[in-house]
């Protein structure tokens, strides 16, 4: 009945909704949902990539100045398209929108992902000596709030010292020739005091000088060893790229990870044909810190709301400094070497090359990436001064019109350390003590129908010095019966060994190491009524089992979303009803969900009930959007919903999100 008074509630509007295009980030694509679905990484990573995906809309390429490698850190563009970009520009002088089509691997769909991230000028480059350039501002503001109508467990007991408003403030001005931003982020249950605040200034392509920025930043370099910021997810996603690092080599941090970045200055310098980045930081970290004042462990969750963790808060500061190398061999083709050297200002007591070690440590490393018209080969091998190297090496190969494989080696010593390091793998962007053999296809059986598989192999040195084992094998199709009507089923099997504790038959616990197998089948499709009007409906099964103590425990996900999008109105609205069922936390079902523009929904579903949510917008003129979310989850027979930290007295979840921007 519920559901009914949802969808009557959205047809009412059908009238004036306000249509989605391309540039809502919020408007999850198949590509995007599949890759923040498939992740095993319940936060940070997922975070980065929509931080990611909203710094790109905000700051487009230009496709008609931009170079290969410029080309390959868009979103959704990959290498072989950005060398067809290149050539097409070189035949007509200056790109369009309309000329992308002529390209024969952008379908619609890939052409609507992109757009969003790139632009198209006169192709003419910036000069420096314009004052007047500098007059045409864009500017951007964006505020957030959301509150749990039921408060969390915490709040009730006294344990948070703030109020359980979580609040999101950014202002962004850009011209031509410079940039800068500040953000401001309070998680809900902290203090005014207690929030995060990032911001920058920079500028862009003064003389040699072809990027500078000072204060928050992110550095990517190689694939990922050494320098790179979160990305998306370690594993999910598309079946050939996901195991190659891309990205801008500095990229301004206005977002709201606390831990994952630098703050100081940095440049890049072009002296063709090579690229020379240098960055300095000094930044303060969380920790915890034993009765000497020596590191115990680092803190990145960003969230200080207890006494506990806010004591954590600023207790050590990072000192890093740190170039890349970059040059030319070719047009696409580059290879580079980088180096880091990083410490702290306290002792760190942790079990790693840092212990004991107040002069910090230095990492050298020496990348490259190898392009050509149906062939990539990249690579990286980093080392540190505590003589523990890992490596990577991988290609991505079209070996017909229809067929391309890809194919990685990774090889992360247990000694290995860099906390600025974000590489492919299982451990969700970890590079140590892990070796991993991972091969991909993807296959377009014909126009309207595209198969993709992947299986990675793993090891892992665990602290105890017992390797863990693994694979993970994904399959899935996706097919376009109709112009309205697109059919996908997917199943993905991990297994790998765990560490757990069995009770014998004297009532004695003892520890076991047993293989934990996990199944998950899903089947969606969505259909478009009209031009306006599209439904999906989405199932979805899960098993856990275990190898010794013979555990077993089954899930059931299934919803329908109906998602409006009228053209020549004001208004838009999206909404889903989700049923759940299973038999407890360890085989959880995920669903990512719409948001506002920039939000983040990923939930975690256990247990037995029902969730559901309706997303809405309005646009006030030409350069104000309102937009907001409601979202409620109950858990029937349950006296607590959520668990941990989102734990609520009572069986009811409920959250409202409200949100303006505006642009100027």
């Known amino acids: 009945m519920r559901w009914i008074v949802l969808c009557s509630v959205l047809l009412f509007f059908n009238g004036t909704a306000h249509a989605q295009d391309s540039s809502n980030v919020w408007e999850a694509s198949p590509d995007f949902e599949s890759m923040m679905e498939n992740s095993t990484d319940d936060g940070t ?28 850190s868009v979103p959704f563009l990959s290498e072989l398209v950005a060398l067809r970009i290149l050539s097409l520009r070189d035949s007509l002088g200056i790109l369009s929108p309309d000329n992308m089509r002529l390209i024969p691997e952008i379908d619609g769909r890939t052409l609507s992902l992109v757009l969003p991230y790139i632009s198209f000028s006169s192709g003419k480059k910036r000069r420096n000596s314009s004052g007047r350039d500098d007059s045409l501002a864009a500017i951007s503001f964006r505020s957030r709030g959301s509150v749990d109508i039921h408060p969390q467990k915490q709040f009730l007991d006294g344990e948070y010292s703030g109020s359980p408003l979580a609040q999101y403030d950014r202002l962004e001005i850009r011209t031509p020739r410079w940039s800068g931003g500040i953000l401001f982020d309070k998680d809900a249950g902290e203090t005014m005091n207690d929030g995060f605040v990032s911001g920058y200034v920079g500028f862009d392509n003064d003389g040699i000088v072809k990027k500078f920025i000072a204060g928050d930043y992110t550095i990517n370099s190689g694939e990922g060893l050494m320098l790179s910021s979160p990305r998306s997810s370690s594993k999910g996603g598309n079946a050939l790229y996901q195991i190659k690092a891309t990205g801008r080599t500095i990229v301004p941090h206005l977002a709201t990870d606390e831990y994952h970045y630098y703050q100081g200055a940095a440049a890049t310098m072009e002296l063709y044909p090579a690229a020379v980045t240098i960055f300095l930081s000094r930044k303060a970290v969380a920790a915890t810190l034993d009765s000497a004042g020596s590191i115990t462990s680092f803190y990145s969750s960003g969230l200080f709301r207890s006494q506990t963790e ?21 047009r696409a083709s580059v290879i580079g070497l980088s180096a880091l050297k990083i410490g702290y200002d306290r002792e760190v007591g942790l079990q790693s090359p840092y212990a004991s070690n107040r002069d910090g440590i230095l990492v050298i490393g020496a990348h490259s990436n190898f392009v050509f018209d149906a062939f990539t080969m990249f690579g990286e091998i980093a080392g540190n001064s505590a003589d523990a190297a890992s490596g990577v090496a991988g290609c991505i190969c079209r070996v017909s019109k229809r067929l391309s494989l890809s194919v990685q080696l990774r090889s992360y010593s247990s000694n290995y350390a860099d906390p600025h390091a974000y590489g492919f793998g299982e451990q969700n962007g970890a ?13 377009q059986a014909s126009a309207n129908i595209k198969i993709s598989t992947s299986y990675d192999e793993f090891t892992i040195r665990s602290s105890g010095g017992f390797p863990k084992s693994g694979s993970e094998y994904l399959a899935r199709c996706e097919c376009m019966i109709k112009k309205s009507v697109n059919v996908s089923f997917q199943f993905k099997n991990t297994m790998r060994t765990e560490e757990n504790t069995l009770t014998d038959v004297n009532h004695f616990q003892q520890k076991i190491f047993e293989d934990r197998n996990q199944q998950n089948l899903r089947a969606s499709c969505s259909f478009a009524l009209n031009k306006w009007i599209e439904l999906t409906q989405r199932v979805e099964l899960t098993g856990v089992a275990y190898s010794i103590s013979q555990n077993s425990s089954r899930g059931m996900l299934m919803f329908t979303e109906l998602n409006l999008s009228p053209a020549r109105s004001r208004f838009y609205g999206t909404a889903r009803m989700i049923v759940f069922d299973t038999r407890s936390y360890d085989s959880r079902v995920y669903e990512y969900e719409s948001d506002v523009p920039g939000g983040y929904s990923f939930p975690p579903l256990y247990g037995r009930g029902s969730r559901w949510y309706i997303v809405g917008g309005w646009k006030v003129g030409r350069n104000v959007v309102l937009s907001c979310k409601y979202s409620e989850t109950f858990q029937a027979g349950g006296v607590r919903a959520g668990i941990g930290d989102s734990e609520t007295i009572g069986p009811l979840d409920n959250r409202v999100t409200i949100q303006a921007d505006i642009g100027l």
């Not at 600023?314 to 040059?327: L, P, R």
């Not at 991993?436 to 296809?441: A, D, K, Q, T």
């Open 45 to 72: 990573g997922k975070t980065a990539a929509l931080d990611g995906l909203e710094t790109f809309r905000m700051n487009p390429l230009d496709v008609n100045t931009a170079s290969f490698q410029d080309l390959t």
């Open 431 to 443: 590079v140590n003590g892990e070796v991993g053999r991972y091969l991909g296809m993807e296959y």
């Open 310 to 330: 806010i004591e954590k808060r600023n207790a050590a500061y990072e000192n890093a400094i740190g170039g890349i190398i970059d040059v030319r061999t070719g």
